[in-house]
T-cell receptor, first 110, second 115 residues
């Protein structure tokens, strides 16, 4: 059974701090790993990672995948209150849709 | 504008009633999905459809039914057999099922409350 574990489940930091969110996975037939940001409603797509060691970057957010150790990290530098959200990690399963982790609830305090 | 729409945004239902949640996309995506999200849980897959007139059960299909008569539409019916229907329901779509472009795009969700 495919499995995605995210840590920490919740995190409270001050504005300006850098955070690292973790995602480990077990999947039968790995194709990709996806990161989403969920504020109040629909998750919005952040990154899709398919290759080890290649960092994907978008502004203050970056992510990297380690296919040998089966994990990915999402980094956010110089955090802002608008970064407060639930960050979801997901992998496509063998025959199903995406298998999601429980998410990391990130709160940025001013 | 291209995207995925879900309606209604909020839905209240009495116990014993069936309700249908709408999901429409104009992205010309082949694959569509329904997820359920509960507090403290990740998203869990209810049903998915790879192509028109085809759909498959996900991890938690009991008490739900779907149809896929048109490419653009994938309605979800929550039946009275679903024991804990109160949740946030998300619809998603992707270009093709199981392709290397696995990115799924989500609708805004429907929050269902059973009274």
């Amino acid at each position: 059974e495919d499995k995605v574990v995210q840590s920490p489940l919740s995190l409270v930091v001050h504005e300006g701090d850098t955070v690292t969110l973790n995602c480990s996975y077990e999947v039968t037939n790995f194709r990709s790993l996806l990161w989403y940001k969920q504020e109040k409603k629909a998750p919005t797509f952040l990154f899709m990672l398919t290759s080890s060691g290649i960092e994907k970057k978008s502004g203050r957010l970056s992510s990297i995948l380690d296919k040998k150790e089966l994990f990915s990290i999402l980094n956010i530098t110089a955090t802002q209150t608008g970064d407060s959200a639930i960050y979801l990690c997901a992998v496509p399963g063998g025959a199903d849709g995406l298998t999601f982790g429980k998410g990391t609830h990130l709160i940025i305090q001013p | 504008d291209g995207g995925i729409t879900q309606s209604p945004k909020y839905l209240f239902r009495k116990e014993g009633q069936n309700v249908t949640l709408s999901c429409e996309q104009n992205l010309n995506h082949d694959a569509m999905y329904w997820y359920r999200q509960d507090p403290g849980q990740g998203l869990r897959l209810i049903y998915y459809s790879q192509i028109v007139n085809d759909f498959q059960k996900g991890d938690i299909a009991e008490g739900y039914s779907v149809s896929r008569e048109k490419k653009e539409s994938f309605p979800l019916t929550v039946t009275s057999a679903q024991k804990n229907p109160t949740a946030f329901y998300l619809c998603a779509s992707s270009i093709r099922y199981g392709s290397s472009t696995d990115t799924q795009y989500f609708g805004p969700g429907t929050r269902l409350t059973v009274l």
